[in-house]
């Protein structure tokens, strides 16, 4: 059973795509439940983004909406579409189609012919659809003689050079209420796109426009306040950005003075420390001094006491000497000679003396030497500071760092896709290079050139995350692959031939393999690397475990499922045999 569609319900801006703003064709419905032209979203959505955001609401996508046309729109706007180029249409609601007859303006019958019935379930699937209708006392007379026309392009390209009616001027006549043109005094009811000027049906009709893409004013004014209102929620989406950044950078000024000001205690503190202890220092050297002197002055003295007595000793004896020499009792003096002829008991202070190092300078030479060491050192200090404050990597920890480990996978390795050379332990979390080829199956996943294994686990989603430890090797590879690329022979490494990883040469030469290489400056050399995916937004980083910093982040698109990569290298003689080893992740604290 069939219902007649009142044509008052009909109104083309319910069948327009808010893109292009024509008539649906090949129409498609989004997750949020906007419809429009197939080609014109998929138009839209192919700028480059990797996330997909509706037109109408900006509902984001992460991962672009696999869309269908919706046969049941398509169907009610090919009824629509049919029922404006029948004849019948030139009469909906009122309006004079351009070739009908001026006693055909009488009312019409509530129901349509045949032609323009359609199915009681599409037109209750339009009632669904279209939550507003058009209001059927509206005026459309500006309009209705171009609905006609333009309801029958199927491309969405720039409309057709306008071909007025027939009957053009009448109606131009009739548009008293409209701004005059100057030259013609007619209504300026058409704008003239290709010299981007509005104009009268006279003006259309004169060489002056003719031939040009011209379309109704009041048409192109709506368009244009369309384009307008997307043009605004853009604007308000690029303010609100920046306002956002501009939050976060007061933000961010806010904890870097803070942390000056944190900065700036800490080292008059240190300094603060370190002039007490130079002070304690100088007490302490001089006070070893001042015992020095001591001692020695303690020697000198008693040295000095023991030669005096002496001295005083010897005096008396040569005095005694003396007056015996002069002495005429000669039985006295034989008595006495013989005491006195003996030679004294004397010590031999030939080899007396008195030294110390203080004479020498040694401790002023000592500490010259140790303040020059530690005055070379201080110059360094702003040079160091000013180097650490210009990477933020060596300032402080990265604290996606821990968020990522949140993210941590369960990874082996698959033997099955190891170079011969290659030995997987048993565990399947360690892999070293051998110097001799291994007796094993040549699978078709095997690398049969390259040193290196997969992992058994794929992603195809998601967000993963696993550490490595590298040690003290000399070279390394480790990223992640496209499951499909090739394992025979010589292989191109670089994302476009679906290979992601970082790698070491030569103990210090760090890059991401692109077409050239980034190389990378390391100032910490890691010894646990962190690999962290997220296959949804296409990225790929590294991160120094040890150091809790970012080594390099990589952005691109997946397709397929991805494996994770590593490769040992060559061991080089021995030189680079240690083997890379999977680690569990643990927490930074």
């Avoid at 991962?63 to 180029?85: D, G």
């Avoid at 359609?118 to 006392?137: K, S």
């Avoid at 409309?159 to 027939?166: G, I, L, R, T, W």
């Avoid at 490595?468 to 476009?496: F, Q």
Wanted: hydrophobic share 30%.
């Amino acid at each position: 059973m069939a219902v007649s569609l009142p044509a008052a319900f009909l109104s083309e801006d319910q069948f327009s795509c808010s893109i292009c703003l024509e008539v649906f064709t090949k129409p498609v419905t989004t997750p949020c439940g906007h419809s429009f032209c197939q080609s014109c979203i998929s138009s839209y959505w192919d700028g480059g983004r990797h996330t997909y955001q509706c037109p109408l609401c900006k509902e984001s996508f992460h991962k672009r909406p696999e869309l269908h046309v919706n046969l049941t729109l398509k169907e009610i706007t090919e009824q629509f579409k049919q029922m404006a180029s029948s004849p019948i249409a030139g009469r909906v609601g009122g309006i004079e189609h351009p070739n009908s007859h001026p006693h055909h303006n009488q009312p019409l019958s509530p129901t349509l012919p045949r032609q323009g019935e359609m199915p009681e379930n599409i037109f209750a699937e339009m009632m669904t659809r279209f939550q507003q209708l058009a209001d059927p006392g509206s005026n459309h007379q500006s309009r209705g003689r171009d609905d006609t026309h333009f309801a029958k392009m199927e491309h969405h390209g720039p409309p057709p050079p306008y071909s007025p009616p027939c009957s053009v001027r009448s109606s131009s006549d009739s548009s008293s209420d409209l701004p005059k043109c100057p030259i013609h005094l007619r209504g300026l009811e058409f704008f003239c796109r290709t010299d981007n000027i509005c104009v009268c049906s006279t003006c259309v009709e004169t060489t002056d426009h003719l031939g040009h893409n011209v379309t109704p004013a009041k048409r192109e004014w709506h368009i244009k306040k369309a384009q307008l209102g997307i043009a605004e929620v853009e604007l308000k989406d690029l303010i609100h950005e920046r306002e956002r950044k501009v939050k976060e950078i007061h933000n961010s000024l806010q904890e870097i003075q803070a942390a000056a000001e944190r900065e700036t205690n800490g080292v008059v503190c240190a300094f603060s420390k370190l002039i007490s202890s130079v002070e304690r220092c100088q007490s302490e050297v001089v006070e070893v001094i001042e015992v020095s002197l001591q001692a020695v002055e303690l020697r000198a003295y008693s040295m000095l006491r023991e030669l005096e007595e002496e001295i005083d000793e010897l005096k008396k004896r040569s005095t005694t000497l003396s007056q015996m020499a002069l002495s005429e009792d000669y039985i006295f003096f034989l008595k006495t000679f013989p005491a006195l002829s003996a030679p004294p008991q004397a010590k031999n202070r030939s080899r007396v003396s008195v030294s110390s190092q203080l004479t020498s300078g040694v401790i002023l030479r000592s500490v010259n030497q140790m303040i020059e060491h530690f005055h070379k050192e201080l110059r360094k200090l702003p040079e160091v500071c000013q180097q650490s404050s210009s990477n933020p990597s060596l300032s402080r920890p990265n604290p996606k760092v821990r968020r990522v480990q949140e993210y941590a996978a369960d990874i082996t390795l698959d033997p099955n896709t190891a170079h011969p050379r290659l030995t997987i332990s048993a565990d399947g979390k360690q892999v070293h290079c051998g110097d001799h080829h291994q007796l094993v199956p040549d699978n078709p996943e095997r690398f049969d050139r390259v040193v290196c294994v997969l992992a058994h686990q794929g992603f195809s989603l998601g967000r993963h995350y696993w550490e490595v430890e590298v040690g003290g090797k000399t070279d390394w590879d480790l990223g992640v692959a496209s499951r499909s690329i090739s394992r025979k022979g010589k292989i191109t490494v670089s994302p476009a031939h679906g290979y992601w990883f970082l790698s070491l040469r030569d103990r210090t030469e760090y890059a991401f393999r692109t077409e050239p290489s980034t190389n990378l400056t390391l100032n910490i050399r890691p010894s646990r690397i962190g690999i962290y995916v997220d296959y949804d937004k296409g990225l790929v980083s590294f991160y120094n475990v040890d150091a809790k910093v970012l080594i390099f982040t990589f952005t691109d698109s997946f397709s397929g499922t991805i494996h994770p990569f590593f490769s040992p290298c060559t061991n080089k003689s021995g030189q680079n045999e240690a083997p890379l080893i999977i680690c569990p992740v643990a927490m930074a604290e």
